[in-house]
C-alpha cells in the first residue's frame, strides 16, 4: 500500500476554487462567489507601528489553564530569563543564518539515510562553519528534573529524539547556562542505565550514534551538525512537567561534555517521534498526544500541553506519516498554496517529490523551488504598491513600509492532504527586520528533491496538534497570542 518513499498515495487535490463550488447551492455562481471573497478574508489591514517588537513580556492567557501544560517562550525574548544575557542573543541575521545551518543538517540526514547520496557526499554538505542544527529561533519550556527537582529551561525540539541537560561534574566540559547545572549526586532518585539495558542500544535510532560503555554505564552521543553536540552519560530520573505530571525513571542524557549554540539553556526536550522521545516515554499516560501554541511575538507566551484534554473543535486534521529514511520526523502532505485568495498554480508532483516535514526548530518555511518560485510571484504581484527593500540573507522579498501607517498584505493560506487549509497569521506572512525591511518569511530549497519544511514562523499564534497514536496533525487558529 505504501508508495517507496512512504507517503499515502491517496491525496486530494484542493483549489479554492473547487471549494467554493461545493457550498450549498443557495450560493450561487460566480456572483455569490466574489462576495464570500470579501477583500477582509483575502487580507490582512494592519498599523505598521504594531509590527514592531515590544520590549515587555506581556503573557497571553489563552490557552495557559489547560491541565498538563508548560508554557512556551522564545528564547530571545523579554519572556525569557535567557534573553538577559545579550551575548547569547542572536541578531536577525545570525538567526536566519543558523536557520540555513539547521536545514543544511536535515537535508544531508535524510539524503543520507535514503542512500541517495555517499556518504562522503552527505558528508560534503553538512555546514564546515559553527554550522548546528539546532538553529537559533528556538522556543523554551521549563521542567523540574531530580528530587528535589531543579528547574531547567530547555529548547523543545520537534526534530529529535534523546532529551538532554548539562551534568555536573562537566567531565569534559559545560557551555554557560542561566540555571546551575544540574547535580545528579544531588539527586535522591538519579540512576545510571547500564551497558545492557535494552534502552541503551535504542540510543542507536534515537541519535544516529552507537552508545559508548564506561565502565557499565551506558554513554551517549548527539551531535547536531558540526560545532554543536552533547555527550555523556545515559540515565533516569524523576522528571516533573506540572505538579500533578510527574515520571519516574525518565530517560535522558547527563551530559559531560556539551559544546554548541544552545544559548544559554540548559540543553534540550527532545519531541520526535522515535522510541526515545518525551513522545514515546509518557505513551501510557498522554497516548502520544501533544499540541503547542508558539506565540506571535518574543513578547508573548505559547503552550506546550501534553495528553488530549482541551484541544478546540476548531483544530482539523491532516494525515501524519512515517518515514523510515527520517524515523524521528513528522511528514505532512501540502497540497496548495494561496495568495490574497489566489491558489498558486504549482504541479501536485512538486510538493510530492520530496514531502514535507513539520518542526518546530526550523524557523523559515522551506519549499520546493518551483512552489516558493510562485509564491514570491504572486505575493510581489499583490504587494506592488509597496517599494521593495535590500534582500536579508535567505529571504528575498522585502519591503520598506517606514512611510506607511497601515498596510494591506494579501493572506497566505496553504492546503493539506484531507482538506485542511490553514490560514498563516500574519507573524508568519511578514519578517520584521525594521519598518524599512519586512520580509516574506518563506525561501525555496535550491534541490527539487530536498524535503519541505513548514517552519516554525508559519506555526506562530496557531495550535499544533499531534495525534502521533492517531496518525495525524491538526492546525487550529487562535491557539495564543
Ligand atoms: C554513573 O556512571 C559514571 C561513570 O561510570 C560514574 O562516574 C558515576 O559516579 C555514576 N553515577 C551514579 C549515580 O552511579
Ligand atoms: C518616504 O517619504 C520620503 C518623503 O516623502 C521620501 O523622500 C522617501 O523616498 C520615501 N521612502 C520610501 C521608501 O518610499
Excluded at 562537566?170 to 547556562?177: A, G, H, L, M
Excluded at 486534521?317 to 498558486?344: E, M, W
Excluded at 498584505?409 to 527586520?433: A, E, H, Q, R, W
Aim: hydrophobic share 30%; with cysteine.
Amino acid at each position: 500500500m505504501a508508495s517507496p518513499t512512504g507517503f499515502i498515495p491517496v491525496r486530494f487535490l484542493l483549489s479554492a476554487s473547487l471549494f467554493l463550488l461545493l457550498l450549498p447551492s443557495s450560493l450561487k455562481k460566480g456572483y455569490a462567489l466574489k462576495r464570500i471573497e470579501t477583500s477582509e478574508s483575502r487580507h490582512h489591514t494592519v498599523q505598521v507601528s504594531s509590527l514592531l517588537p515590544a520590549s515587555l513580556c506581556n503573557p497571553t492567557t489563552k490557552g495557559s489553564n489547560k491541565k498538563s501544560s508548560l508554557k512556551v517562550v522564545h528564547r530571545n525574548g523579554p519572556c525569557s530569563q535567557l534573553s538577559q544575557d545579550k551575548a547569547n542573543t542572536p541578531t536577525l541575521t545570525q538567526i536566519l543564518y543558523h536557520d540555513q545551518s539547521r536545514v543544511n543538517s536535515i537535508h544531508s540526514r535524510l539524503a543520507f539515510n535514503s542512500g541517495k547520496t555517499s556518504l562522503q557526499d552527505s558528508q560534503a554538505t553538512i555546514p564546515a562553519q559553527s554550522g548546528s542544527m539546532l538553529g537559533s529561533g528556538n522556543y523554551i519550556v521549563t521542567v523540574g528534573l531530580g528530587s528535589p527537582k531543579r528547574d531547567l529551561s530547555l529548547i523543545f525540539d520537534t526534530g529529535s529524539d534523546l532529551t538532554w541537560t548539562q551534568c555536573q561534574p562537566c567531565v569534559k566540559y559545560c557551555y554557560k547556562q542561566r540555571e546551575p547545572t544540574f547535580d545528579p549526586s544531588k539527586s535522591t532518585t538519579y540512576s545510571n542505565i547500564s551497558c545492557n539495558s535494552a534502552s541503551c542500544s535504542q540510543l542507536s535510532s534515537a541519535t544516529g550514534n552507537s552508545p559508548g560503555c564506561s565502565t557499565s554505564t551506558c554513554i551517549y552521543g548527539i551531535q547536531y551538525g558540526d560545532s554543536s553536540f552533547s555527550v555523556g552519560y545515559f540515565g533516569q530520573e524523576k522528571l516533573t512537567l506540572t505538579s500533578t505530571d510527574v515520571f519516574d525513571n525518565f530517560q535522558f542524557g547527563c551530559g559531560q561534555n556539551n559544546r554548541g549554540l544552545f544559548g544559554g539553556t540548559a540543553g534540550l526536550l527532545g519531541l520526535g517521534r522515535d522510541q526515545l522521545s518525551i513522545v514515546s516515554q509518557t505513551a501510557k499516560t498522554y497516548g502520544k498526544y501533544f499540541s503547542y501554541c508558539l506565540p506571535s511575538k518574543t513578547s508573548s507566551t505559547g503552550h506546550l500541553t501534553f495528553g488530549k484534554n482541551g484541544v478546540p473543535s476548531t483544530v482539523k486534521f491532516t494525515p501524519l506519516s512515517v518515514n523510515s529514511q527520517g524515523p524521528s520526523f513528522y511528514f505532512i502532505d501540502i497540497t496548495g498554496i494561496s495568495v490574497g485568495g489566489r491558489q498558486l498554480s504549482i504541479s501536485s508532483s512538486v510538493f510530492k517529490t520530496a514531502g514535507t516535514i513539520i518542526d518546530s526548530g526550523t524557523v523559515i518555511t522551506r519549499l520546493p523551488p518551483a512552489a516558493y518560485k510562485a509564491l514570491r510571484t504572486t505575493f510581489r504581484q499583490q504587494m506592488t504598491k509597496y517599494p521593495m527593500a535590500q534582500p536579508v540573507s535567505i529571504l528575498d522579498t522585502c519591503y520598506d513600509l517606514s512611510n506607511y501607517s497601515t498596510v494591506t498584505i494579501p493572506k497566505i493560506s496553504f492546503f493539506f492532504s484531507g482538506n485542511l487549509k490553514t490560514d498563516i497569521d500574519l507573524s508568519g506572512t511578514l519578517y520584521v527586520v525594521s519598518a524599512s525591511q519586512i520580509c516574506l518569511p518563506f525561501a525555496g530549497n535550491s534541490d527539487a528533491a530536498d524535503v519541505g519544511i513548514f517552519g516554525n514562523v508559519q506555526q506562530k499564534t496557531l495550535d499544533v496538534v499531534y495525534d502521533v497514536a492517531g496518525g495525524k496533525l491538526g492546525f487550529g487558529p487562535g491557539g495564543c497570542d
